[in-house]
């Protein structure tokens, strides 16, 4: 019994001192402490979305606790633990819309992708470059390869086949196929901690971490066109390697 009381008055003192100074460092221990609130209401949650583990949704509602945190008022007779996990919640559901909102849009990117494959298909009886899907679609050949990018992201291809612009012609989408062959994913791994560090990195978010070509440019400080770039240059490096390995072992 004396330790709980001990255990609430270090509580209300560090509530105390938070309300005198607000400091990152007071706001990172009350953090700490009220976590399991994050983890409870992400559990709860998790039935919402077949995509996203607990994990996921503990991100989004870590956010809730911080903004609890930051926007609580002592002395308003409200205990901070139901006033935060209105907040966990409120973040976690928002999240889940975004990502919703996201996914439609990608999903009719696709068809888009789709619809306009099929038509260059049967006017010149022939798969259409990127160059001409992105001609079709009034889109640069950049901004075509930044919605293969997301649609690869969220929905793991490009239309039928990743069709995003490759250097080297056809390389490219047969890296990528061999990238996310699950049978290979060993040897995949095992190759792709041989690449350079930036192009194994990029490959790493994008095709294990599921980010989108923007989430990757902002989370390495770099350009969408530079990752693109990164990108086209990994999966040649990959699919040279990985035919190789192949070989060696048929030999």
Avoid: N
């Avoid at 909102?101 to 099929?118: D, F, G, K, N, Y």
């Avoid at 239309?159 to 062959?181: H, K, N, Q, T």
């Avoid at 770099?222 to 770039?229: A, D, F, I, N, P």
């Amino acid at each position: 019994m004396s330790g709980d009381s001990g255990s609430e008055t270090a509580l209300a003192e560090l509530w105390e001192a938070y309300r005198r100074e607000p400091t990152s460092e007071v706001r990172e221990v009350l953090a700490r402490h009220y976590i399991g609130l994050v983890h409870h209401t992400a559990m709860q949650l998790k039935g919402r979305s077949r995509h996203l583990d607990v994990t996921d949704l503990a991100g989004a509602g870590t956010l809730g606790l911080l903004r609890a945190l930051e926007r609580f008022e002592l002395g308003r007779g409200q205990a901070f633990s139901t006033y935060a996990v209105q907040c966990i919640r409120g973040a976690i559901l928002d999240d889940l819309r975004e990502r919703d909102r996201l996914l439609r849009e990608v999903r009719a990117r696709a068809r888009r992708i789709a619809v306009a494959r099929s038509r260059l298909s049967a006017i010149h009886q022939r798969s259409p470059t990127p160059a001409e899907l992105a001609r079709e679609l009034d889109l640069t050949l950049e901004r075509y390869g930044e919605w293969c990018d997301e649609i690869g992201a969220f929905l793991g291809g490009c239309g039928s086949s990743s069709e995003v612009p490759a250097e080297g012609g056809a390389a490219e989408p047969l890296g990528e196929r061999i990238l996310l062959d699950g049978e290979r994913r060993g040897e995949v791994r095992q190759v792709l901690s041989t690449l350079p560090p930036r192009q194994r990195q990029v490959l790493t978010l994008l095709y294990f971490d599921g980010l989108s070509g923007r989430e990757v440019a902002e989370a390495m400080g770099l350009t969408e066109s530079r990752v693109s770039q990164l990108r086209r240059r990994a999966l040649e490096e990959m699919r040279v390697r990985l035919g190789d390995a192949g070989a060696r072992r048929s030999a």
